[in-house]
């Protein structure tokens, strides 16, 4: 199976939550951590991802080799769950075996588990694989790269989130890539030379975006821009504002 072949549905969480913060009815006792360890080596697949799943909410740092060893598990649930866990359970030693899957891994819904941790880890080497992602993945996995690449703090993410608001085919992928640039931006800020292109380029991108035929990704890009202050961005808002009749309480 090719990536082309794959069908991947897009979220319809809110795409700058982590995968992991789902709503639950009730608060439930974590999993014994000595019990998912020994599961984490058992020979039976389900027993396998059980564990890989308990340890998205426990962290436990003897998990980690194995978690490491079972990114290339013979089956994708297994696979995407411990990208998760990995993201739980932050190491630089899964830094570049994370990188290395992401390159190979057919299955669409482990390639977003794995851009996400990732960000989730603010790993630097994840900045090159992170663009690309953005650039030439599926929806899905490019909406996870987005967000990932607000989250790793770089400034050379910029230009190419700014491509990605001004150019990407999907409306949930803009928006992300409007909130990445307002985060790294604020972030960032002693680092900018706000005289450089680039940041005059997404400024312009983000202006851009507040006639998106998409009205969250005009939401996102007002937000980003009230974030950074920018006097001339702040100078478009006021005039769309006053047009509209709006009136901010």
């Known amino acids: 199976m090719t990536r ?5 549905i897009l979220d319809s969480e809110a795409s700058t939550l982590s995968p992991l913060d789902l709503p639950v009815e009730e608060e439930m006792p ?8 020994a599961l984490l080596h058992s020979d039976v697949i389900l027993e ?30 297994v696979r995407v769950s411990v990208a998760y866990a990995l993201g739980r ?3 630089e ?14 299955n669409g819904y482990v390639r977003k588990g794995i851009v996400w941790a990732l960000g989730t880890c603010h790993a630097p080497l994840g900045l090159r694989p992170l663009i690309s992602a953005l650039k030439y993945d599926i929806t899905a996995v490019r909406l996870w790269a987005a967000s990932a690449l607000g989250q790793l703090g770089d400034l050379e993410a910029i230009e190419t989130l ?20 307002g985060k790294l931006i604020v972030q960032r800020r002693r680092d900018f030379d706000t005289q450089d292109e680039i940041y005059h380029e997404a400024v312009d991108a983000l202006i851009y975006a507040l006639e998106d035929d998409d009205l969250s990704v005009q939401t996102d890009a007002r937000n980003a821009l009230r974030k950074l202050g920018d ?13 509209q009749g709006y009136c901010e309480f």
């Open 4 to 8: 082309n072949d794959e069908l991947i």
């Open 30 to 37: 974590l999993p014994d951590p000595d019990e998912m360890l």
């Open 48 to 77: 396998r991802m059980q564990a890989a799943r308990a340890f998205c909410e426990l962290e436990d740092e003897r998990a980690i080799p194995r978690l490491i060893e079972l990114l290339q598990d013979e089956c994708p649930l």
């Open 89 to 91: 359970n932050k190491s």
């Open 93 to 106: 030693h899964a830094i570049i075996p994370l990188i290395s899957q992401l390159s190979q891994d057919w």
């Open 162 to 181: 700014t491509e990605a608001l001004t150019q990407d085919p999907v409306s949930a992928v803009r928006g992300n890539c409007a909130w990445a640039i």
């Open 231 to 243: 006097p001339r961005g702040l100078k478009v808002l006021d005039r769309i504002e006053m047009d």
